[in-house]
């Protein structure tokens, strides 16, 4: 059962380097998400899907871009990393079917912008 | 002020007593309740969900009062394992809100 996987699991970047985060789920769901957490922030939500091909801001866009073309895979983008981006990003995902489901989380990824 | 507020702890409980855990949460419209557990340098998993009536799994009992806004986790013979850092969560449309997290542990 891989349920939601991340990749890569460890990155170091400079700065002004960009890179793609991939989360893949296998438990067709409909919602996937993009959080990043820092210590004593919690989890913020970065961006979100409600379905292939759309995808929505959430708390902390800026800096970020998304892409959904296929229902298993959402991607995060860096464009242009900066230092405030060092964090520990997750990917999560849930059914759509009732209000404020669940979501299963991947095991992060912990990327450095040095 | 945060939607969703907890105490972070740490809360250091010997093997076997019980605990208790709190969270308070703005907007009364929110529509569900979580408790998640996360080991350190791991990812959130879902513990629990939290209903009005109170609900039970095993040694973990969670309770919602939709009245005056909290949400609680009840620890019962805390083993070890139980050592983690236990987020509260609240749902509302398509999004999931954490609160940053309450650090339990459990000592011999």
Known sequence: NAGVTQ???????????????????????EYMYWYRQDPGMGLRLIHYSVGEGTTAKGEVPDGYNVSRLKKQNFLLGLESAAPSQTSVYFCASSYSEGPGQPQHFGDGTRLSIL | RKE???DPGPFN???????????????S?????FWYRQDCRKEPKLLMSVYSSGNEDGRF???LNRASQYISLLIRDSKLSDSATYLCVKG?????TFGTGTQL???L
């Open chain 1, 7 to 29: 990749t890569p699991k460890f990155r170091v970047l400079k700065t002004g380097q960009s890179m793609t985060l991939l989360c893949a789920q296998d438990m067709n769901h």
């Open chain 2, 61 to 63: 009992t969670a309770q």
């Open chain 2, 13 to 27: 409980v010997p093997e076997g007593a019980t605990v208790a855990f709190n969270c308070t949460y703005s907007n």
């Open chain 2, 29 to 33: 419209a929110s529509q569900s309740f």
């Open chain 2, 4 to 6: 969703v507020e907890q």
């Open chain 2, 92 to 96: 509302g449309g398509n999004k999931l």
């Open chain 2, 105 to 107: 542990k459990v000592e």
